[in-house]
């Protein structure tokens, strides 16, 4: 067997058994001659015995490769990182392999090239006939959409259904013709936003709205209430419907969701490093742990760093100016001069051969309503004038090495975890999971998050990503939903008061590392005063 086969088919086991492994630790078990396979075994049998859920490390393996001199070949996975002064020079360590940075990515969409807010109530309808009819065309990828029927149509034959009469649809949603208006002989298959959902003692009863018309309907098992209890307000949803004299009861229920999948990788080992919420201003900025993130960037003698050929920054590079009550107080600069210019000097020190790709959050400079335009010109100091960076909206999809990532800061997540059952600020995937269901970054209308009334819905999940990358909830989180890598990059910014009365704890100064070429996710953390890389 190749040494190539054999490390992939260590590393699915590693994956299979729901452990990660460190990227210097993947370098040394290429190293070693031992039967890598029986080593991660063993270490994998180990930390189970031991309930231990941590990456598998170097000192994990060494225990059982007892003819590795670790020592000769420690200065070859080993780079100590002291924390600098601010705004330290590193000299950076240019990778022999010439390529243009230029080449290896592609911009799919940037909302800030999409932005045509209407007015008032006109603006708004455009908004969700925008939505409806892009999520209906997401529906109508799967087979059984065939059978959906408009709500007027379906109300117009109560009779006839109930008569077990097939009746062919006047109605044609994406041209699809000779619909049948049932599954079976009293049922009907409807599609529309969810425009309101009411728990009852034994019910949930759910208001669904297409162009047609709107309809009242009740979930009675406890499967259909499982499942319609995750839905968000204001998503498409696609039911099956059965008439019982008064009511219509819910048979069926169906999000747009993202199929199970193949993800896209890239074609050669390439790194991605996804980060958000710097807070740059606020008093709690780990500014500290944050300079050694940069010295490890500037890193000459490590592998892994020489890989690195993107950073993705997910919003809120600086803590803002009024963006809350009595902010004031939490501000170690106090205007957005300052906290600009201060974020400014911190990130020119990314090297140039990293390609930077920012979207800005709720704090930074420019319209809080989503989606957000980038950060504007006059308000961002210099970041304009770093060749490697490029500035994009929020939410903005890029392809990196061929690899897709869709970049929102998730501003929506905060509605979401509000209303869905069983979400928490603990474990953010498990919202942004929900989603990629909805197919549909910020669903809710109304509450926490701005909506802007856009001509287009921009927000609607119309292309699968391959990565989904948000942060605004300051907790980091990793999952992989059918194919698609979920990552909650965290924050820089140690607990606030707020945060502290919500009882969000946050995990600050870690920094979420992809390579492209597996998708494979690694933590890097930088909240001690040396890091073995």
Not at 23 to 45: E, W
Not at 169 to 189: A, I
Request: with cysteine; glycine share 4%.
């Amino acid at each position: 067997m190749s040494i190539q086969k054999e490390i992939s088919n260590v590393l699915s086991f590693i994956s299979a058994n729901g452990y990660q492994i460190h990227p210097n630790a993947f370098i040394f078990l290429k190293d070693i001659d031992s039967n890598r396979m029986n080593v991660v075994q063993q270490v994998v049998k180990h930390k189970k015995q031991n309930n231990d859920n941590s990456v598998i490390s170097i000192d994990d393996l060494k225990i059982y490769t007892s003819e590795y001199n670790y020592d000769v070949k420690k200065n070859q996975v080993k780079s100590n990182i002291k924390s600098s002064t601010i705004y330290k020079s590193i000299n950076s360590s240019i990778n022999d392999e010439s390529y243009s940075l230029k080449d290896s990515f592609k911009i799919i969409f940037d909302s800030t090239k999409s932005i045509n807010p209407g007015e008032g109530i006109t603006g708004f309808t455009s908004l969700f006939n925008s939505r409806f009819t892009k999520s209906l065309k997401i529906l109508s990828l799967r087979p059984d959409s065939k059978r959906i029927n408009k709500i007027a149509f379906v109300k117009k034959n109560q009779k006839m259904n109930k008569q077990h009469i097939k009746t062919k649809s006047e109605y044609n949603f994406n041209q699809m013709e000779n619909n049948t208006n049932s599954f079976g002989t009293n049922s009907s298959v409807i599609a529309g936003l969810l425009m309101s959902k009411r728990s009852k003692r034994n019910s949930i009863e759910l208001t669904i709205d297409d162009q047609s018309g709107i309809i009242n309907m009740l979930a009675v098992t406890d499967e259909t209430m499982k499942i319609v209890s995750k839905l968000t307000l204001d998503q498409m949803v696609m039911l099956e419907i059965e008439n019982k004299g008064v009511n219509y009861i819910v048979k069926n229920v169906y999000s747009p969701d993202i199929p199970d999948h193949i993800p896209h990788r890239s074609k050669t080992e390439s790194y991605v490093v996804l980060i958000s919420d710097l807070h740059v201003g606020s008093k709690y900025f780990k500014e500290i742990e944050f300079l050694r993130f940069l010295n490890w960037l500037n890193s000459s003698d490590n592998e892994i760093v020489s890989k690195i050929k993107f950073v993705c920054i997910c919003g809120d590079l600086i803590d803002g100016v009024g963006i809350f009550p009595n902010q004031d107080k939490e501000l170690k600069l106090n205007n957005l001069y300052k906290q600009i210019n201060h974020l400014t000097k911190l990130l020119e020190q990314i090297p140039d051969r990293i390609q930077v790709f920012v979207i800005p959050g709720n704090h930074d400079p420019g319209r809080r309503a989503l989606p957000q335009p980038a950060i504007p010109k006059e308000d961002s100091g210099k970041l304009y004038s770093f060749k490697n960076f490029v500035m994009l909206g929020n939410p903005s999809l890029i392809e990196l090495d061929g690899v897709k990532i869709l970049m929102y800061h998730g501003q929506g997540l905060d509605d979401i975890i509000a209303t869905t059952p069983g979400l928490s600020y603990s474990n953010p995937a498990d919202a942004m999971k929900i989603l990629l269901k909805a197919r549909h970054l910020s669903p809710i209308y109304g509450q926490r998050t701005p909506i802007s009334p856009e001509l287009e819905d921009m927000m609607v999940i119309s292309d699968i990503p391959d990565i989904l990358h948000s942060g605004h909830i300051h907790v980091m989180d990793v999952q992989n939903y059918r194919g698609t890598l979920i990552v909650n990059s965290g924050t820089w910014q140690n607990q606030t008061p707020f945060q502290q009365t919500m009882g969000i704890t946050p995990t600050p100064g870690i920094a979420i590392l992809v390579n492209l070429a597996t998708l494979r996710p690694f933590q890097i953390n930088f909240n001690q005063e040396y890091l073995s890389m």
